[in-house]
C-alpha cells in the first residue's frame, strides 16, 4: 500500500511530530503541502492529510493544497490529523471543513484524529504557553494506533473494490 502524509505544521513542530509517528506505522513520506504535486496525491493508496490549529482553521498551505487537487472518479482513501492548543469544538470540528472539501475532490475520508500540541498563540504567549508538554509520548501512542487502523481500513476498502 502507497501511503503519503501531508503535513503543515509550523510554530512549535508539533503536527509534525505526529505526522511522523504515523509515518512509521503506515511506511509513509512526510511531505510539506508546497513541496507535493497535487495531481500525483490521488495515485496514493492512502494519503493522511494534517495541519495544526491556528485561530479555529487548518493551515492556510493545507487548505490551499485541497483546493488545487482535481476530482478524482476514484475514491483514494484519506485521513486527517490535527494539533490544536485548545479543545475540538464539538460543532465546529477542525476536521469537518478539510473532510468536506476532500470528499468533494473524490476522496474516502476513513477517519479523523486530534490531540492538544503547545500553544503560545496571543494571550497564551504571554504566561509560558498552554499544553506545553503536548503531544507526549501518551498522544503519539494513540496516534500510532489511529495510523495502524486506518492502514488496515485501507487494505480492507481496497480489497473490497
Do not use: W
Not at 500500500?1 to 505544521?9: D, E, F, G, N, T
Not at 504557553?129 to 481500513?153: Q, S, T, W, Y
Amino acid at each position: 500500500m502507497r501511503s503519503l502524509i501531508v503535513c503543515a505544521s509550523r510554530s512549535h513542530g508539533n503536527t509534525r511530530l505526529v505526522a511522523d509517528r504515523m509515518a512509521e506505522v503506515l511506511d509513509a513520506e512526510v511531505v510539506t503541502p508546497e513541496s507535493v504535486d497535487p495531481d500525483t496525491v490521488g495515485d496514493y493508496d492512502l494519503v493522511g492529510f494534517g495541519s495544526g490549529i491556528y485561530y479555529m482553521m487548518a493551515d492556510a498551505r493545507l487548505r490551499k493544497l485541497i483546493r488545487l487537487l482535481p476530482a478524482a472518479d476514484h475514491h483514494t482513501a484519506a485521513f486527517t490529523f490535527f494539533t490544536s492548543g485548545a479543545r475540538e469544538i464539538p460543532l465546529l470540528g477542525y476536521h469537518r471543513p478539510i473532510r468536506e472539501k476532500l470528499e468533494q475532490k473524490g476522496f474516502e475520508v476513513i477517519g479523523s484524529f486530534s490531540c492538544r500540541g503547545f500553544d503560545t498563540v496571543g494571550p497564551f504567549g504571554f504566561i509560558g504557553g498552554i499544553n506545553r508538554d503536548r503531544p507526549n509520548d501518551h498522544d503519539l501512542d494513540r496516534a500510532a494506533a489511529f495510523a495502524a487502523r486506518v492502514r488496515k481500513r485501507a487494505a480492507g476498502s481496497q480489497a473490497a473494490s
